[in-house]
């Protein structure tokens, strides 16, 4: 009788133990509350000043830096003359939907003179994420870091580097964004492309009138900084590289990977990348810097280059009336070297074996692409300027997605109101074709809806991503808000679950919460809906969400208050 007693106390002593890590790890939790001020800020680039929308008259805005365990309380004022909202993507948002932020979805939008706190916790995320605006256009300019730090008493996996700097990657508009997304909208034609990309808000000294304002980021002999990358730009993927540095990549969407050394990286919008470079150079001035990686075939975009400046410390500076040395461009590949691209994809891994889902409940297939549709018998030719007097648009699965404009989708789920959304998406292509091949113009022109997909608490979710070949193949950043999930494969072609299943990598892949898919090719990832809630999935070339490339995902609540999602604040914004 006495071996019972010895594992009943072995098994207090071990709940006791629990107990007092947990409240020593919520002991060192913070509360960490802001004030967001959206308001309209004199901003000088490309030799021109124009008004601006900033959040507290900073270009990009503020960088919040927290600890896993923190909670942050952001209340934003509206003092701009556009509706609002405010996404912290890559947030998991843990039963903390109605902070997500995404318009007409998880909420109503911030109306003029108008004010919203969101208040969620950081659980169980460490590295790099971003914060923007998630209303029309307001994106290009309304944006900043989020870092999230171990917890008090953790460490990196890595050597704690001497410096960490964000490195935020933007496109700029020599415009208004909002008055260039309006004339697409008007014209049925793809947008203007932007003027210029940046570098923590500013273009480099590649442009006209931008050398004085070039970004310099410190680094010395010996020492080790830390580069968060974010890749905050409107619909352009983007390489990035340091001169005469290796990089060695540590982290991507705030997950770690298995680190390994490459000379350059691409990010497609919404996502980030955690790099390490080492100060191994002679003393000098080198650039860093990005441009375009572009998928679509016969595609106008911006073929620029922004550019910063790593400079060592201990640089000899130069003497008097002496022009500084220009300093070394780095190699970027050319902007459709898919391979670089693949190549990095695939270097991608988690550190240690995962917990992916081995066995699946919702097996979903969604086709991605553009689409063309043909011109209304009441638009004018003004009206219809896409290809042959056609309108640009987008969808998934032969949907194009259009958001409610009178209540938020989660507030409708969640209060009972019909009418708002169907839960009729198809989990298939209602037709089956060659994807990637010669696709029939009957296609082109997507049903236009607001169906998603409903799921049960704890169900657990594949879902193929299949590029198609409708309009023109592209690589495209799909983002899901609420979740990280693993990506277990990735390839070209149409997809086959005879021929590809057996590939599938479910040892350590990548986590990640915005996945680029290849152009004219798929991936497949996978998760646990373990989160109740309204969550989009869109493709993060805001583009392409503008045309409806986009879906929700609405999970159930599951049993029990921790498996529910938390009661509506009392501020949530009014329709």
């Known amino acids: 009788?006495?071996?019972?007693?010895?594992?009943?106390?072995?098994?207090?002593?071990?709940?006791?133990?629990?107990?007092?890590?947990?409240?020593?790890?919520?002991?060192?939790?913070?509360?960490?509350?802001?004030?967001?001020?959206?308001?309209?800020?004199?901003?000088?680039?490309?030799?021109?000043?124009?008004?601006?929308?900033?959040?507290?008259?900073?270009?990009?805005?503020?960088?919040?830096?927290?600890?896993?365990?923190?909670?942050?309380?952001?209340?934003?004022?509206?003092?701009?003359?556009?509706?609002?909202?405010?996404h912290?993507?890559?947030?998991?948002?843990?039963r903390t939907g109605w902070a997500d932020g995404p318009e007409f979805v998880t909420q109503c939008p911030i109306r003029p003179g108008e004010s919203y706190t969101y208040k969620f916790t950081i659980q169980g995320q460490e590295g790099t994420l971003w914060w923007h605006a998630h209303s029309s256009w307001l994106r290009a300019t309304v944006y900043g870091a989020l870092i999230i730090h171990p917890r008090g008493g953790e460490t990196y996996p890595f050597p704690k580097p001497k410096r960490e700097t964000p490195i935020l990657l933007g496109e700029w508009w020599d415009a208004n964004p909002i008055d260039v997304e309006r004339q697409a909208t008007q014209t049925g034609a793809a947008p203007n492309i932007s003027d210029a990309y940046t570098i923590n808000g500013q273009p480099g000294d590649l442009y006209k009138c931008s050398s004085q304002g070039t970004t310099i980021v410190?680094?010395?002999?010996?020492?080790?900084?830390?580069?968060?990358?974010?890749?905050?730009?409107?619909?352009?993927?983007?390489?990035?590289?340091?001169?005469?540095?290796?990089?060695?990549?540590?982290?991507?969407?705030?997950?770690?990977?298995?680190?390994?050394?490459?000379?350059?990286?691409?990010?497609?919008?919404?996502?980030?990348?955690?790099?390490?470079?080492?100060?191994?150079?002679?003393?000098?001035?080198?650039?860093?810097?990005?441009?375009?990686?572009?998928?679509a075939q016969n595609a106008p975009f911006d073929?620029?280059?922004t550019t910063a400046i790593l400079e060592y410390k201990s640089a000899p500076c130069p003497a008097k009336g002496v022009t500084a040395i220009k300093p070394l461009m780095p190699?970027?590949?050319?902007?459709?070297?898919?391979?670089?691209?693949?190549?990095?994809?695939?270097?991608?891994?988690?550190?240690?074996?995962?917990?992916?889902?081995?066995?699946?409940?919702?097996?979903?297939?969604?086709?991605?692409?553009?689409?063309l549709n043909n011109c209304?018998?009441?638009?004018?030719?003004?009206q219809c300027q896409g290809p042959n007097g056609t309108r640009f648009t987008s969808s998934m699965n032969n949907v194009s997605f259009v958001l409610p404009n009178k209540i938020s989708i989660l507030q409708a789920h969640h209060l009972g109101v019909q009418g708002v959304f169907t839960t009729d998406f198809p989990t298939k292509p209602p037709v089956e074709f060659d994807y990637t091949g010669n696709v029939s113009r009957s296609l082109w022109q997507p049903i236009p809806g607001t169906r998603v997909t409903r799921l049960k608490y704890g169900s657990r979710v594949q879902i193929v991503l299949q590029d198609t070949s409708i309009v023109t193949p592209e690589n495209h950043p799909i983002h899901l808000h609420g979740y990280d999930f693993y990506v277990v494969a990735e390839g070209f072609g149409n997809f086959n679950p005879k021929k590809h299943t057996s590939k599938f990598n479910l040892v350590d892949p990548p986590m990640r919460n915005?996945?680029?898919?290849?152009?004219?090719?798929w991936a497949v990832i996978r998760f646990v809906a373990d989160n109740p809630g309204a969550w989009i999935m869109h493709c993060h070339l805001d583009v392409h969400i503008g045309w409806g490339l986009a879906t929700i995902l609405l999970v159930d609540n599951g049993v029990g208050l921790l498996e529910s999602i938390e009661s509506p604040p009392e501020d949530l914004p009014l329709c």
């Open 218 to 295: 410190p680094i010395d002999s010996g020492e080790t900084n830390l580069l968060r990358v974010i890749n905050a730009g409107l619909n352009q993927p983007l390489f990035f590289s340091v001169a005469n540095h290796k990089l060695i990549v540590v982290g991507a969407d705030a997950s770690y990977l298995k680190p390994f050394t490459t000379n350059v990286i691409m990010l497609g919008p919404g996502q980030t990348t955690d790099v390490l470079i080492a100060g191994d150079q002679p003393p000098s001035r080198y650039y860093m810097a990005a441009r375009a990686y572009q998928s």
């Open 376 to 382: 209304p018998p009441n638009f004018s030719p003004s």
């Open 514 to 521: 915005t996945v680029a898919v290849p152009a004219n090719g």
């Open 331 to 371: 190699f970027l590949p050319a902007y459709n070297d898919t391979n670089t691209v693949t190549a990095f994809s695939k270097s991608l891994r988690s550190p240690r074996k995962v917990e992916v889902p081995s066995e699946i409940d919702e097996s979903l297939f969604f086709t991605i692409g553009l689409g």
């Open 1 to 86: 009788m006495e071996a019972p007693k010895t594992v009943s106390y072995s098994l207090m002593f071990l709940a006791i133990f629990v107990l007092l890590a947990s409240a020593l790890s919520l002991a060192n939790a913070k509360i960490q509350e802001h004030e967001f001020v959206v308001q309209a800020t004199p901003v000088k680039r490309l030799c021109n000043t124009h008004s601006t929308i900033t959040v507290n008259g900073q270009f990009p805005g503020p960088t919040l830096e927290v600890n896993n365990g923190d909670t942050l309380i952001v209340k934003v004022i509206n003092k701009a003359r556009y509706n609002v909202t405010i």
């Open 303 to 305: 073929n620029t280059t």
């Open 88 to 94: 912290w993507h890559g947030i998991r948002q843990i």
